[in-house]
């Protein structure tokens, strides 16, 4: 076997091992808290960022706006957040964590996402750089446009 082909096996590989982790962590979280990792993400980013707007949540979770408002609506139906619309601007909506919403968040796992960028946080700088870049090479070679990513997610 070639050092490309070993490389691109390892790589594979890598991938494999990271989205595993995630998608343990994802059922974990599921299973004890009855919210997706990426529920338990939005309450983290609410919690962080209190009277946020539905679109810059949806910018900072990187998903479609539609996609955003449907995982608020069960949100807010389990109780865990309210909307209040703007006395300024009518069409603007802020969210904010319920006394539930801050007692789940005080009880529940970091979401996976944190994880992550923990770990990337210890790489240098030059590593970060570089992985940054070659990521971001990886999925312009798949031709993965950013519409289709906020789709995926």
């Not at 996402?113 to 030059?126: F, K, N, T, Y």
């Amino acid at each position: 076997m070639s050092q490309r082909s070993t490389q691109i096996l390892n790589t594979t590989q890598y991938f494999r091992i990271i989205l595993r982790a995630m998608q343990a962590h994802s059922r974990f979280v599921e299973k004890q808290y009855g919210l997706s990792s990426a529920k338990l993400w939005m309450l983290r980013e609410l919690h962080t960022n209190p009277g946020i707007k539905v679109s810059r949540l949806a910018a900072a979770l990187a998903i479609h706006p539609s996609t955003c408002s449907n995982m608020l609506d069960k949100l807010e139906e389990k109780g865990f957040l309210y909307r209040e619309r703007s006395r300024t601007d009518q069409r603007a909506v802020h969210l904010t964590l319920t006394e539930k919403g801050t007692h789940l968040l005080e009880n529940a796992p970091q979401p996976a996402q944190d994880d992550i960028s923990q770990a990337l946080e210890q790489l240098s700088d030059e590593s970060l750089a570089c992985l940054t870049e070659s990521l971001g090479e990886l999925v312009e070679t798949m031709n993965i446009k950013k519409a289709e990513i906020k789709d995926i997610v």
